[in-house]
Nanobody, 125 residues
Framework: VQLQASGGGVVQTGGSLTLSCAAS????????MAWFRQAPGKEREFVSA????????YYTDSVKGRFTMSRNNAKSTVYLQMNGLKPEDTAVYYCASSFTVILSNIRNPTAYNYWGQGTLVTVSS
């Protein structure tokens, strides 16, 4: 499985960006997908996840109401729509996937087998 993330950039506080992650080499409908981010000097942290059923999406508290994760199975792509961006959202954003991840472990980066290369989001104040 290969994941290709894109869409990062520089935006002012309050602005918006949409990240994309295109998957190949596997059955996308069977993949549980997630976004993580890593700010300089910090550990990688969970942002959002979408189970392969597509029925439920989970977010870390700091992005609830501002970020929306969606998936397009026909395009084998997941998206992260980010609105109301804040300087503390500045990080490298990674998409990740796993064919088998249990709900209780969905926020754990070690539960994901495949990772994209990351895309940098910089929010200026």
């Amino acid at each position: 499985v290969q994941l290709q993330a894109s869409g990062g950039g520089v935006v002012q506080t309050g602005g918006s960006l949409t990240l994309s992650c295109a998957a190949s080499g596997g059955t996308f409908q069977s993949m549980n997908m997630a976004w993580f981010r890593q700010a300089p000097g910090k550990e990688r942290e969970f942002v959002s996840a979408n189970r392969r059923s597509g029925q439920n999406t989970y977010y870390t508290d700091s992005v609830k109401g501002r970020f929306t994760m969606s998936r397009n199975n026909a395009k084998s792509t997941v998206y992260l729509q980010m609105n109301g961006l804040k300087p503390e959202d500045t990080a490298v954003y990674y998409c990740a996937s796993s064919f088998t991840v249990i709900l209780s472990n969905i926020r754990n980066p070690t539960a994901y087998n495949y990772w994209g290369q990351g895309t940098l989001v910089t929010v200026s104040s």
